[in-house]
């Protein structure tokens, strides 16, 4: 068969609600992975900050609930996505990156590979946290400019 390299299969990580009603896959690498200190962030789960993973939209697959996720528009640019019955939030899509989907990372599988890289709308963050984790953080009215 000759001497070329085969290519190794994409691995898939599995993710789930927290009821198991949704269900999905997404082929990694799961390399754009960021926490989110913004104020939509912050109420949409219900804590100081939420973590994302950024991937293509063909590189998700929902394999179970799809009729139990219920779409909300939270903003002109942004529209999240969560299960209807057990209110776990799990995908954000943004206007501005049409082929990309925001996965919360705390949705996904253990094992899942995913290591956050740095944070955004950092002068937005809740005052009673301040991680000390070293990563660059990024601010200002986009929320990615350098502080």
């Not at 005052?127 to 660059?136: F, I, S």
Request: charged share 20%.
């Amino acid at each position: 068969m000759g001497d070329r390299p085969s290519k190794s299969p994409a691995r898939h990580v599995s993710g789930a609600c927290l009821c198991g009603a949704v269900r999905f896959e997404v082929n990694d690498p799961l390399e754009r992975v960021g926490h989110c200190h913004c104020s939509m962030c912050q109420r949409a789960h219900g804590a100081a900050f939420v973590t994302w993973a950024a991937v293509p939209k063909a590189r998700v697959r929902i394999t179970a609930g799809e009729v139990a996720m219920t779409r909300y528009r939270s903003s002109a640019a942004g529209t999240r996505a969560f299960c209807s019955i057990c209110g776990s939030s799990l995908f954000c899509w943004h206007g501005a990156n049409p082929g990309i989907i925001d996965i919360a990372v705390a949705s996904l599988a253990p094992g899942h590979g995913a290591v956050p890289r740095a944070h955004s709308f950092w002068d937005d963050r809740v005052e009673w946290t301040t991680p000390a984790d070293g990563l660059p953080r990024f601010g200002g009215e986009s929320g990615t400019e350098p502080r």
